[in-house]
């Protein structure tokens, strides 16, 4: 039993596009190397796309390729408004946008509004002096009188977040990096430059943006001292999670920036505006960031990113924090991205896995709101075990062995199960590629039919081929054990979701209505483990 609908259903005709839109996360750096160096690039992606549009998704969201000192890997922006070289150029850019909208896809892009990398021009002014132009674009603070940092802010990637600078006399912020200083948000000289970089990329034709890390871009003016977290259950791995974030970032104002960003975006046909937000009080946040019309489409953070085990209770807990009121923002959802491990090494024993992965896609595609498959989820991957020698992210190397390796979901994506290079494009990429992946290939996964690659595009043809899938409300989420069901309903349509997230038969024989989709063998009177079955009711 599925569906093979290709298009969208036909109510879905009048939202705008990315209500209810799948989308596809590209890394760069790992989707594909045209030219031997080790790291993929503009033409590997542009080379990619078909292979992206046949999955039934609706845009790609491309993570940094800006000019960059690569410190954090592209979220160090040194010139907002270039491709650095390992990626290509801005006409290779250009042609990746081409080929996209000829395949009916939408291009949004990453857009690091809270810092810049120390190499930015913009900074190198900032520094110079503290009179000059931009001497105020940056976050600067005189030492306390003993001389040490003007707060005790921590940043993210461990230790102060602030750092000396003896050109100055002073001391700079930043959140994360000490080579990623904090753009004051405050400044409208700053706001102004970075619309401009907003309506630079619009001008090229993308089709919106998600912006990284939004949440930080405005300080306390006041610079008062974070509080101390109380104590959790959690372990504290960084200095950072020993506060509370009160005065280090969130500030009231960045709605109103926004306001502005979307106010640009909305002069462009087609737009989309996404805020990446973590924290302790990121639904909040992502509930002001998205309020009313006039403020970003949507907003996602970690509900499941970084969640240890998949279960009915999270699932309903999330969904039910964005219930549809009016002037809610609209919710989107990722399993997997660049920064968190791959679902099915968190979710699933391996002797479980080929199963769990029809039931999470199943299950990704059933909920409300925007969807995001990260690259290689299509696919199945698992998390690649780096060895510390050949670690590249800062975060992991700083604080090893306690926090994750971000490398482990970086790794190169495997297109060619009998190439040596796995048809990446380079024989010595910038992070080693799994044995495990190999298996898993592209070619090898589109020569078998009951591969989680055509599982996959079957699972978003049922979604965008119903209306209660695509965009439909979401009803009656309930949670035992191990059973997860909720309804999806639009336009007369109600389609019942019932989802076994356990390893163990599940009876249903009361379930009622018609099977259109099944996955793993379910029926209406069980569901084996993992299975799922969507009933037309």
């Not at 592209?74 to 909208?101: E, K, M, N, Q, W």
């Not at 959790?232 to 280090?248: A, E, G, M, V």
């Not at 199963?355 to 409300?368: E, H, P, V």
């Amino acid at each position: 039993m599925s569906s093979h609908a290709s298009s969208p259903a036909p109510d879905a005709q009048a939202l705008p596009w990315w209500q209810g839109a799948a989308i596809y996360q590209i890394y760069p750096r790992s989707f594909r190397d045209t030219n031997g160096d080790g790291i993929g690039d503009l033409p590997g992606i542009t080379s990619g796309l078909d292979h992206v549009a046949s999955l039934g998704v609706d845009a790609v969201w491309i993570s940094p390729f800006f000019t960059s000192p690569m410190r954090d890997f592209g979220y160090d922006v040194a010139d907002y408004c270039d491709v650095d070289p390992i990626f290509g150029t801005l006409s290779d850019f250009d042609a990746l946008v081409t080929r996209a909208h000829e395949l009916g896809l939408k291009v949004l892009i990453d857009q690091v509004y809270s810092h810049t990398s120390d190499d930015h021009a913009w900074f190198a002014e900032s520094r110079a002096s503290r009179d000059n132009p931009k001497a105020d674009w940056y976050v600067w603070r005189d030492a306390k009188p003993d001389g040490s940092p003007p707060t005790n802010w921590q940043s993210v990637f461990g230790g102060p977040a602030w750092t000396w600078d003896a050109r100055r006399g002073q001391y700079y912020l930043h959140n994360f990096l000490a080579s990623q200083p904090q753009l004051n948000g405050h400044n409208p000289d700053v706001q102004q430059a970075l619309l401009d970089v907003a309506k630079f990329w619009l001008d090229r034709g993308v089709d919106g943006f998600r912006i990284d890390a939004i949440n930080f871009s405005m300080h306390d003016p006041e610079f008062r001292d974070n509080p101390p977290a109380p104590p959790t259950d959690k372990p504290r791995t960084r200095p950072f999670d020993f506060q509370l974030k009160t005065y280090n970032q969130s500030h009231r104002d960045i709605p109103l920036f926004l306001e502005r960003l979307r106010s640009l975006a909305d002069r462009y046909d087609a737009t989309f505006t996404l805020a990446e937000v973590g924290g302790d009080e990121a639904l909040v946040e992502m509930k002001s960031f998205t309020q009313g019309d006039a403020r970003l489409n949507s907003a996602y953070g970690f509900d499941f990113l970084y969640a240890d085990k998949l279960t009915p209770q999270l699932v309903c807990r999330a969904l039910g924090d964005w219930p549809g009121q009016p002037g809610e923002g609209w919710p989107s959802w990722a399993f997997e991205n660049h920064d968190a491990p791959r679902a099915v090494s968190r979710w699933a024993a391996p002797e479980h896995r080929t199963a769990f992965l029809r039931c999470k896609m199943a299950l990704l595609a059933a909920l409300r709101g925007n969807i995001i498959v990260y690259q290689g989820e299509e696919l199945g991957l698992t998390q690649v075990d780096i060895p510390f020698e050949q670690l590249q992210d800062p975060e992991a190397i700083a604080n090893w062995p306690l926090t994750l390796s971000r490398d482990g979901v970086r790794t190169p994506l495997p297109w060619a199960g009998d190439a040596p290079d796995m048809g990446f494009g380079s024989a010595e990429p910038w992070l080693p590629a799994s044995e495990d992946h190999r298996p898993l290939a592209i070619d090898r996964q589109e020569a078998d039919d009951a591969s989680l690659l055509h599982f996959t595009r079957d699972v978003l043809a049922l979604r965008n081929g119903h209306p209660a899938l695509h965009h439909g409300a979401l009803e009656r989420c309930r949670a035992s054990a191990a059973l997860l069901s909720f309804d999806r309903v639009a336009d007369g349509e109600r389609i019942r979701c019932l989802f076994n997230l356990s390893d163990q038969t599940i009876d249903t024989a009361d379930a009622a209505g018609s099977p259109i989709f099944a996955v793993n063998a379910a029926d209406t009177d069980t569901l084996p483990p993992y299975g799922a079955l969507f009933l037309s009711c």
